[in-house]
């Protein structure tokens, strides 16, 4: 399969909830998160979400800050009752894709010396 994303993808000890922006209804769908870039997250859950539905998002990071976000669904996966969703993030300020960054940075550091 060939490699599409722009940025490394990496595990990060997190959780999000999203929440569709065009809903008059407010629910939140609690996910788990398989990876995250600087550009996007990588996540399952249970619930069926729409390609190029735009939703708000809460991720926790890994100092448990919480970065809000605005993520776009661009790949849907379905593995027995889970769906594998790839998503974007739509107008994350630089500061907060800089977190993701640096977290990345100072693990793979770590990688290299252990």
């Given at each position: 399969?060939?490699?599409?994303?722009?940025?490394?993808?990496?595990?990060m000890p997190s959780t999000l909830q999203v929440k569709r922006l065009?809903?008059?209804?407010?629910?939140?769908?609690?996910?788990?998160?398989?990876?995250v870039s600087k550009t996007g997250v990588g996540f399952s859950c249970?619930?069926?979400?729409?390609?190029?539905?735009?939703?708000?998002?809460?991720?926790?990071?890994?100092?448990?800050?919480?970065?809000?976000a605005f993520i776009e669904i661009v790949r849907i996966e379905k593995?027995?009752?889970?769906?594998?969703?790839?998503?974007?993030?739509?107008?994350?300020?630089?500061?907060?894709?800089?977190?993701?960054?640096?977290?990345?940075?100072?693990?793979?550091?770590?990688?290299?010396?252990?």
């Amino acid at each position: 399969m060939e490699e599409r994303r722009k940025n490394l993808r990496m595990e990060m000890p997190s959780t999000l909830q999203v929440k569709r922006l065009d809903s008059k209804t407010i629910e939140k769908v609690d996910i788990e998160v398989v990876d995250v870039s600087k550009t996007g997250v990588g996540f399952s859950c249970n619930t069926a979400l729409e390609i190029g539905a735009v939703y708000e998002a809460d991720l926790r990071i890994w100092t448990q800050e919480v970065l809000h976000a605005f993520i776009e669904i661009v790949r849907i996966e379905k593995k027995a009752d889970t769906f594998i969703y790839g998503a974007i993030f739509i107008g994350m300020p630089e500061m907060e894709s800089s977190r993701i960054e640096t977290y990345q940075t100072v693990t793979e550091e770590l990688k290299k010396n252990s």
